[in-house]
């Protein structure tokens, strides 16, 4: 693992909170309105920065991801190669426990796990052409949102 990969892939996750930040701004700034909760029409009326992040989800920083998690956010970053085959395939999100997204969105790599034979039940998704990342350590029944730090 290596420090030029590593600075990669947190220079992507910034790059997609950058732009999640600008665009809720800009949704705050002209008056338009932004879904809370269940409720869709309720005007945005806050006034500090906007929460950055793509999801509910609980956040987990990159550094505390399991190591393999970490050197396999680099390997994506690089563009692979991928040791498995299912890599980059499209991640279909049918438990729903992802934000709803255009089918295609979504991309699964997997984190290797130290004593399995096979792939395990750890993942790393992608979105939005790596700007939004999410783990699983159980096979898709939960899911954390990569923060940088």
């Known amino acids: 693992m290596n420090r030029r990969s590593r600075s990669r892939v ?7 909170t950058l732009v ?5 701004g800009l949704l705050s700034a002209t008056g338009n309105q932004t879904r809370t909760g269940d ?12 929460v950055t ?3 509910d989800l609980p956040p987990i920083a990159y550094s505390e991801l399991p190591t393999e998690g970490q050197d396999t956010l680099q390997l994506i970053g690089a563009g692979g190669p991928y ?9 279909e999100n049918r438990e ?3 934000p709803e ?5 979504y991309k699964e790599y997997t984190v290797p796990t130290p004593g399995e034979s096979g792939r395990g039940a750890r993942r790393i998704i992608v979105g ?4 939004v990342a999410y783990y699983t350590d159980d096979h898709y029944e939960s899911f954390l949102e990569v923060v940088s730090g």
């Open 10 to 16: 947190v220079a992507v996750l910034l790059a997609g």
């Open 20 to 24: 999640l930040t600008l665009v809720g």
């Open 39 to 50: 409720d869709a029409t309720t005007p945005s009326t806050v006034s500090a920065p906007p």
């Open 53 to 55: 992040r793509a999801s």
């Open 83 to 91: 040791p498995y085959d299912r890599d980059g395939v499209v991640f």
């Open 96 to 98: 729903g426990l992802l």
């Open 101 to 105: 997204e255009p089918q295609g969105y």
């Open 128 to 131: 939005g052409d790596r700007v």
